[in-house]
């Protein structure tokens, strides 16, 4: 059983110092070409899990039973941006679940990181949420993530945009420095494999800092710092050297929707939703 009784306890905050030469390596790392981002003057929006990403994995993991943390899957992530995060910042992070719910095929796990600068002030807001494949719960407990679906009909209408990138060869060997995140699914082509996998595989978050740099460009190239919320649902893993699209549809009022898809037309990207100050 999950131990659900660790709902709603924070981790112990914990201090991150932001220095130009981390940023840029992030902004390298995932082939971002925003100027501001490649020359340290702010970093990039999906740098923001960076400084929280231990305390988020450990508050996570804390509840869940040992035999099943293995089947851990990064299902969705939500950031709400009140500002970027530039070099300097003297960050203090620190993580709650929020909700554990079952669901036909697993449970679902809801953590929030909350991020906050040298003065108290807030700089961002997360909801990751994992999903655990096969594992079984009951007594639901707490919240989940706010929603963020596409919305119906919307995807048969004409996109705004589409924007085509591509991974490097040697992409997840990169972000994995960048980012701390060395799991050996996007590093070791036969533990890949011997787990399920068709081999190495991106980072979702690496995918997600991709379709943030493709709406940026597409919507606010002069001023990156506009963008307040960028949110994902992690639909299937894409993979070194593949090409990637990301197609962008408005909602009004400074609100898009989108998705991101591989060459094969595979959706790696779901309900995605970015939000841009006026």
């Known amino acids: 059983m999950f131990t659900t009784n660790r709902v709603g306890l924070w981790s112990d905050p914990t201090e991150f110092r932001v220095s130009a030469d981390r940023t840029v390596a992030y902004a390298e790392a995932t082939n971002d070409p925003i100027a501001a981002h490649l020359d340290g003057t702010a970093a990039p929006p999906v740098f923001a899990v960076v400084p929280g990403f231990s305390a988020m994995a450990r508050q996570t993991l804390a509840l869940v039973p040992e035999a099943i943390a293995g089947r851990i899957l990064h299902g969705q992530h939500d950031i709400r941006i009140r500002r970027p995060i530039v070099p300097g910042d003297v960050l203090t992070t620190r993580a709650q679940v929020v909700g554990v719910h079952a669901r036909r095929s697993g449970v679902v796990v809801t953590t929030v990181v909350e991020t906050r600068d040298e003065t108290a002030e807030p700089v961002n807001e997360q909801y990751f949420t994992a999903f655990f494949r096969g594992a079984e719960h009951t007594g639901d407990v707490g919240r989940t993530a706010p929603g963020h679906s596409m919305p119906e009909g919307l995807q048969d209408l004409d996109a705004v945009s589409t924007v085509v990138q591509k991974f490097d060869d040697d992409q997840t060997f990169r972000y994995a420095e960048a980012s701390g995140d060395t799991m050996p699914i996007h590093l070791d082509e036969d533990f890949a494999r011997r787990v399920g996998l068709p081999g190495i595989i991106v980072h979702g978050l690496c995918t997600m800092a991709f379709a943030s740099h493709a709406l940026i460009g597409l919507l606010a190239p002069a001023d990156p710092g506009r963008l307040r919320r960028l949110a994902v649902r992690f639909s299937a893993p894409g993979r070194p050297g593949q090409q990637i ?32 100050a006026a």
């Open 245 to 276: 699209s990301t197609s962008v549809w408005s909602l009004g009022a400074a609100e898009y929707a989108f998705t991101t898809v591989n060459g094969e037309g595979d959706r790696l990207l779901t309900d995605g939703r970015a939000e841009f």
